[in-house]
């Protein structure tokens, strides 16, 4: 093809960025570039068809549009996943069921400690792999850190933290739009623990939360513990969660306050555009409803930047904000944090009744990595590994599993939700794939009303050839339990 800067297909009629996205496009359906394939830079491009960089830009944004391929930071374009995409879903805005007290079932704790368990293949956990984490860099700055506080270092770090970890956390609280000092941060021991006493600060035995429907089990199970009812919200993987039908659930009866993983949700993926979470904010605000953040995936975006958080649209002190270093730096250092507006004070004396303090050596270790340990660099690098596991799980799932199947295209963390044919029963799936020495997340555990039967949660944490040998065998356990 020989393109002319600035002049229409004489016989197409296509102008020239559109000559240019359609030579891509005819590539991609040729198979030169499958699914998690880097397509040539735009520098390449301009240079081999001899047009504008400007074109060139023009021509991949379309492709983008038509989610062909996605750009990722630092990285360049890549093909995206062919699988037919979950991004609505049809969401009446009545269409929540009554608020539900939950029962924490067996298969949630079997579910579990399966994905601890080391001699399963973790095909859905939640869990960053450790290989992707800077687990060198952390053993020395912990060792020297434990070498210069010397004594202090075993003694406690009272609520609300080690000071100095405060202080880097509230300058990373920037990036997602938060204006916060030291002192209006209180360091927890990961974010669940957060999310725990702000529930606790929040809400009283009997009390209604409304949360988003799917939504993750381990947040349902405390609500549990607590004694609460949650009140399901449907939420879409491009949206999150459905202001319209929350604002009828809050309009029909009380609600005391409302818990939502708003950048990059466990299990969507959903990230809830920035005016959504204005509203979000305003809405509840406006009822002196609480709103419980998780933002525990917000670092994990595969775009150039960091989402916002809800938190930064809070006037009125109402928003809590929860999250840790868990997905991120290292799970089991237990390092999380909230920024608890009005709640701050109530949360750090149940903390303190619970268990006095966070843990002192990770707080020491993760204030050091963050002043010089590089953490930005290593975001970049986990976001570019965590991208392109996506889009090659997503791809192998379109290869193995059985016509029909659809699943979510999230543009960070690395949580994939798979809806597969309606009949076959994810619960049957997870008994088999255990059998298998596979573990996998089935979709009902994510409600209570019995709903997501037919869908399961993947990760795409880890990708080699023993996981795509799993999704295989998950294939052909799925194409086996298709009703007839
Ligand atoms: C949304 C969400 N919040 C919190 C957690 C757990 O966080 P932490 O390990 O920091 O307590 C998880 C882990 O799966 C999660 O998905």
Redo the contacts with the bound molecule.
């Keep these: 093809m020989t393109l002319k800067n600035g002049e229409k297909n004489k016989v197409s009629g296509l102008l020239l960025y559109e000559q240019v996205a359609g030579e891509i496009t005819g590539l991609i359906k040729q198979g030169t570039f499958r699914t998690g394939d880097r397509v040539p830079s735009i520098r390449q491009l301009s240079r081999r068809f001899d047009v504008s960089i400007n074109t060139v830009m023009q021509a991949y944004s379309m492709l983008e549009d038509q989610r062909l391929i996605e750009a990722r930071p630092q990285s360049g374009y890549y093909v995206r996943s062919r699988v037919p995409e979950i991004r609505e879903t049809v969401l009446p805005a009545r269409s929540f069921s009554a608020p539900t007290t939950v029962t924490i079932s067996d298969l949630c704790h079997q579910v579990m400690r399966n994905m601890m368990n080391p001699d399963l293949l973790p095909l859905g956990s ?2 960053p792999y450790a290989r992707n984490l800077p687990i060198d860099k952390l053993n020395r700055i912990m060792a020297s850190e434990l070498r210069r506080f010397g004594e202090q270092s075993v003694m406690y770090q009272m609520p609300p933290g080690y000071e100095r970890l405060r202080v880097q956390i509230a300058r990373r609280a920037l990036v997602a739009g938060i204006s916060s000092g030291p002192n209006d941060i209180m360091v927890t ?7 725990f006493l702000a529930l606790r600060a929040t809400c009283h035995a009997g009390d209604t939360i409304a949360v988003e429907s799917p939504f ?1 089990f ?2 349902m199970q405390m609500i549990a513990e607590l004694g609460l009812k949650a009140l399901e919200i449907p939420s879409t993987p491009r949206d999150g969660i459905s202001i319209e039908a929350l604002r009828y659930a809050i309009e029909q009866g009380k609600i005391s306050a409302c818990l939502v ?1 708003t950048n990059f ?2 299990p969507l993926g959903s990230l809830m555009p920035e005016e959504r979470k204005r509203e979000l904010v305003e809405l509840l605000a406006s009822h002196e409803i609480p709103l419980i953040e ?1 933002d ?2 917000g670092d994990l975006t595969f775009g150039n930047e960091r989402p916002s958080a809800a938190k930064s649209f809070d006037r009125s002190g109402l928003v809590i904000y ?6 991120t730096i290292a ?1 089991g250092y ?1 390092v ?1 944090w909230a920024i608890a507006g009005r709640f701050q004070e109530e949360m750090e004396r149940i903390k303190m009744i619970m268990n006095i303090a966070p843990a002192s050596p990770p707080q020491l270790a993760i204030a050091e990595f963050l002043a010089t340990g590089g953490y930005e660099h290593h975001l970049r690098s986990i976001r570019r590994i965590h991208a392109r596991n996506m889009s090659q799980m997503a791809d192998a799932v379109a290869r193995y599993f059985p016509p029909g199947t659809r699943m979510t295209h999230p543009d960070g963390g690395f ?1 994939l939700w798979v809806e597969m044919q309606e009949g076959i029963d994810a619960i049957m799936l997870y008994h088999q794939a255990l059998e298998q020495g596979i573990s996998i997340v089935p979709g009902p555990l994510f409600s209570l009303s019995s709903k997501y039967r037919h869908h399961i949660r993947l990760s795409a944490a880890q990708w080699d050839e023993k996981i795509e040998q799993g999704i295989r065998v998950l294939g052909t356990l799925a194409h086996k339990l298709m009703p007839e």
């Design positions: 939640a869990i021991s990961g974010c669940v623990e957060a999310v993750y381990n947040f993983i949700s466990n998780d525990i995936y929860c999250s840790s270093f868990s997905k799970p237990r999380g949580m």
